[in-house]
């Protein structure tokens, strides 16, 4: 076998003066896939980057927004917009002039800019303030007097107030240069925020109004990022978190059909796939130079992070039910190219439903773990579907399985007995194993014992049994390492296995079944 050289991905200053150095560099910037551009920025970090963003289109820059702007505190909850980074990129962007940006936040969605403007500034109408206080008999002198100690601009009829003295400067140029290049489409957004800053204040705060105003804009714009994203093969949390919560239960779609959110998935990937051959149609488009993108795939950059790759093969590493379900594939496509990349674009939806809406190890899943936990759920799904239905040759059964079932549907039959067959036993053993353990100890500890035993029960209630891993972690000294580590893996959201080399590894096979069994067995007898 031949050796492979070792391969150095170059550090990120490396990268970045080999592309500054790349001809065509404009031409060839644009031409980038948002989403690679996107990883590319993250990659040599935004505040290096001025020189690309400056080069980036609006519509790139657009859809960039939709990764970098949005945070998630949890798999499954749905994102939130990220004021703070806003500014960071707001002052990237003015590097390349004030100009720029005015132009730039003209271009994007007026929904956007607003909602990042509110959130870093109070816009309020003074003359109006200060008859509404009169009105009200407040202290009309006093509240001038703490607006004088802040920072502000005036403009019109406005007084624009900071929120956060942080990234103050680069609001207020991003203002005046909208002032001054599109004073009409600046004074649209003044007052939207001018009627949400009146909310914030009516009642010393007007707690329920403002918050009431803001959360519905920011919904507006969740909604119109979410419907971009789609296209793009995205899952949003809310929906990848329904998926598999309804999936752990008895569905009533049979397996060998489409659930209705894998339904609606495909179809916009359909859609998507028609927009981008009519595009290619258009004779009048030049087609660029690929430098660029050539470099970025020689670094592996290229991968878009929300259509992860799917391997193309069974994996030295994988389990036998991985191994079944990719020699399976392998032959599929050969024999059946239809349903081979119908199965395909399945399972890069079922990795980005587990990458948007499950957790494991109490972390978000890694775009190849993602993958990794797809198929070997799939694989299980397989097993379970094929287990009395065929004779013979293994994979030529799998073969006929794959064409006729699809991957979502494998997933759902496997998905519902990890739930059945590993966490809810591993919920039940627990619970035993701490209440065994409180009977032999006193005090506080056996407490403490009794109520992480019924907060075991009523997670696992919940249908959430691994929220409770982390009071795992306090049972050191009651319970051995390999026994929390097992527990933990078996409770997951995902549950997993410790190989030989106590790495976890996701439950791929009827056999891995028996053995969770078997594993569950020996913990109980050792109480």
């Known amino acids: 076998m031949t050796q492979l050289a070792s391969y150095r991905r170059p550090s990120a200053s490396r990268l970045l003066a080999r592309i500054l150095d790349t001809p065509d560099l404009a031409e060839q910037v644009q031409a980038l896939p948002p989403a690679i551009l996107g990883r590319l920025i993250s990659h040599v970090g935004v505040e290096d980057a001025g020189e690309l963003v400056a080069l980036a289109t609006t519509e790139q820059l657009a859809q960039v927004f939709d990764d970098e702007l949005w945070r998630s505190d949890r798999p499954g909850e749905d994102e939130h917009f990220d004021a703070n980074r806003f500014v960071v990129w707001l002052e990237v962007m003015l590097e390349a002039g004030d100009s720029f940006v005015a132009q730039k936040l003209v271009e994007l969605p007026e929904d956007l800019v607003t909602l990042a403007l509110h959130r ?13 206080m009169r009105d009200a008999d407040q202290d009309a002198d006093q509240t001038e007097k703490a607006l004088s100690d802040c920072l502000y601009e005036e403009l019109d009829e406005y007084q624009i107030v900071s929120r956060h003295h942080d990234g103050w400067d680069s609001v207020l140029a991003a203002i005046l240069a909208l002032d001054r290049d599109h004073h009409d489409h600046l004074v649209g957004i003044l007052e939207r925020c001018c009627k949400m800053s009146a909310d914030y204040i009516e009642d010393n705060g007007g ?3 403002v918050l009431t105003t803001e959360e519905m804009l920011e919904a507006d714009v969740a909604a119109e990022r979410e419907d971009r994203r789609a296209g793009d093969g995205h899952v949003s949390p809310s929906a990848a978190a329904a998926f598999l919560k309804l999936a752990r239960t008895a569905s009533e ?26 595009a290619r149609h258009d004779a009048g488009a030049p087609s660029p130079r690929r430098d660029l993108l050539r470099l970025l795939e020689s670094t592996e950059m290229s991968d878009a992070p929300g259509a992860p790759r799917l391997p193309a093969g069974p994996s030295d ?25 119908a199965r395909s674009e399945e399972l890069a939806f079922l990795a980005n439903v587990l990458g948007a809406g499950c957790s494991s190890q109490q972390r978000r899943l890694r775009p190849v773990e993602a993958v990794r936990a797809a198929i070997a759920t799939c694989g299980l799904g397989l097993e379970l579907v094929e287990k009395g239905r065929h004779q013979g040759d293994a994979v030529d059964a799998a073969v006929a399985t794959l064409a006729a079932y699809p991957a979502d549907g494998l997933f759902r039959r496997a998905w519902s007995c990890l739930d059945s067959g590993v966490i809810h036993p591993a919920a039940i053993t627990t619970q035993h194993m701490l209440r065994a353990a409180a009977v032999r100890k006193r005090g506080a500890e056996a407490q403490m014992l009794t109520r992480l035993a019924e907060r075991v029960r009523a997670m696992a209630a919940e249908g959430a049994a691994w929220k409770a891993i982390p009071e795992l972690g306090r049972l050191h000294g009651t319970f051995e390492a390999d026994e929390i580590a097992t527990l933990s893996g078996f409770l997951d959201q995902c549950p997993t296995l410790t190989d030989d080399a106590n790495e976890p590894r996701f439950i791929s096979t009827t056999s891995d079944l028996v053995i969770v069994r078997e594993h569950l067995a020996l913990l109980a007898r050792r109480r």
């Open 120 to 132: 870093q500034v109070l816009v309020l109408n003074l003359e109006q303030l200060m008859n509404e």
């Open 253 to 278: 779609t049979p397996a060998t059909d489409h659930d209705p959110l894998t339904r609606a998935y495909l179809r916009g990937l359909a859609k998507r796939k028609e927009s981008a051959q009519s």
């Open 317 to 341: 590493d994988a389990g036998a039910g991985e191994s079944l379900l990719m020699r399976a594939m392998e032959r599929l496509s050969q024999e059946a190219p239809r349903e081979f990349f």
């Open 207 to 209: 707690l329920y109004e």
